[in-house]
């Protein structure tokens, strides 16, 4: 693991005339499925091996201090594709969206998500994995700003039966049922090489989102077999075939190992085809790992040092391993920069030559920090899961499950650890009153 603690601005390439229109950089997006913090080899892991993410993060900025918008799929996903917070779309994305009880719902089609702004562009634009931001038409990827759209639309779906929790058909051509044999990480990284290859001698420049559904449950490696068959509820038998829930980590590890294999053969194919250098490439997670669930299933992910899990605000359950690399563009460097997933949308925009003026986005531009080392403006940051509150400013974090409150200097105890909020009641009294205006303020954007 790198232990450098500060931004290195190795020297900054500048960009040569700007993104012009025969040159627009294309842009992969590919956003890993509760991959915790401690996952990949470069952030720590001595479980898993990952050559090629590793190598991805040695060639781009590695981000020490990056977060998800929320600690579950659903919310972090709208953050992702619109560079807003996903409360402002209502408080049906304060969580995931249930197969069960959400069908109908999903994120609102005045959304502009950066896919229909590079699409308005001249971009051409594919979505091949888990969605999750509705099950069914018309709140699939098609209405979305995507061309082309492959994969499932719901949380999870088995890995080579890709049926859902439900029991249903969950995987689609564009908006049709339309079963592909084979393991989910393989299906997708198939379909996006397919996709560069094509739009490669169309010469056109391209947007691949690649939101994988590995790591999520059911926890199966290419090796391990089959669950999920058509027309059985796999709601209280979600989590796949694990002999030994004491130990889930080898099934996770072979998924990890497997999506490292994708990752390996998106980055070859870019460097094969001399698309390297005019291409955009982040690495993200939508949230942090399971550490534990329930009662039985133990040592799933590793979150790092770091306190908490998956549907938690402790940073565990929303700093998430992330890189960008753009060779010959980005130097590579360790940054410590806080970023986070509303940032994706300016930063794409930017990349491209778009200017967004765009005032209502949460996000910002991090190529000034990518590019020339120049420091984050100064932000604060915000979580809301139901009860579940936190604040972020500066080393301060509020994190609140109800009326817990607890306060945590994060400089100096980055596990959360010692609870200051007695010694500090002022600053937990500032971090409070900012959480309450930005409540306000989303909550009145979701009622536009
Ligand atoms: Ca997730």
Redesign the pocket.
């Known amino acids: 693991m790198k232990h450098l603690l500060l931004f290195i601005p190795l020297l900054a390439v500048a960009l040569t005339g700007g993104a012009q229109e025969n040159q627009r950089p294309n842009i992969v997006l590919i956003v890993a499925?509760?991959l915790g913090y401690g996952d990949l080899g470069c952030y720590g892991s001595e479980i898993n091996q990952t050559p090629h993410i590793n190598a991805l993060a040695a060639a781009g900025v590695q981000f020490t201090d990056f977060h998800s918008s929320g600690p579950?799929?659903t919310p972090?996903r709208v953050s992702i594709l619109t560079g807003r917070y996903q409360q402002r779309y209502g408080a049906q994305f304060d969580g995931a969206l249930s197969g069960k009880t959400q069908r109908d719902e999903g994120l609102p089609h005045s959304a502009v998500t950066i896919a229909e702004v590079l699409a308005d562009h001249g971009y051409a634009t594919a979505c091949f994995g888990k969605w999750h931001l509705g099950y069914q038409p018309p709140l699939l990827p098609p209405n979305q700003g995507f061309d082309e759209f492959r994969g499932l639309a719901s949380g999870d779906g088995d890995f080579h039966t890709h049926i859902d929790r439900g029991g249903r058909e969950d995987w689609w051509k564009g908006n049709t049922l339309e079963p592909d044999a084979g393991y989910t990480t393989d299906i997708l990284t198939n379909y996006s090489i397919d996709f560069i290859e094509r739009k490669r001698k169309s010469e056109q420049p391209f947007f691949l989102y690649l939101p994988h559904l590995a790591i999520?449950f059911p926890w199966q490696g290419p090796e391990d077999p089959p669950h999920r068959q058509a027309g059985v509820d796999y709601a209280n038998d979600k989590w796949g075939i694990i002999p030994d829930p004491g130990n889930v980590s080898p099934h996770v590890k072979a998924m990890v190992e497997s999506l490292d294999r994708s990752v390996g053969r998106i980055i070859d194919v870019l460097k094969k085809r001399g698309l390297a250098e005019n291409t955009l490439v982040i690495f993200t997670s939508?949230?942090g790992g399971y550490v534990t669930y329930g009662k039985n299933f133990k040592h799933i992910s590793s979150n790092g040092p770091f306190r908490g899990q998956?549907a938690q605000v402790y940073e565990g359950g929303h700093r998430v391993p992330t890189i960008i690399s753009w060779p010959g563009k980005i130097e590579p460097a360790v940054s410590t920069a806080t970023g986070h997933s509303n940032d994706f949308f300016p930063t794409i925009a930017a990349a491209a030559g778009i200017e967004t003026d765009r005032s209502d986005l949460d996000g910002i531009d991090l190529l000034p920090l990518l590019q020339k080392g120049d420091p984050v403006p100064e932000r604060t940051l915000f979580w809301r899961m139901k009860s579940l509150r936190a604040v972020r400013k500066g080393p301060w974090k509020l994190c609140a499950a109800g009326r817990k409150v607890e306060l945590f200097r994060l400089d100096t105890d980055p596990g959360e650890t010692m609870d200051l909020s007695k010694e500090h009641p002022e600053k937990l009294g500032e971090l409070d009153a900012a959480w309450q205006q930005w409540n306000a303020d989303v909550n009145a954007s979701a009622e536009k």
């Open positions: 499925d509760d579950m799929c972090t999520h939508d949230n998956k």
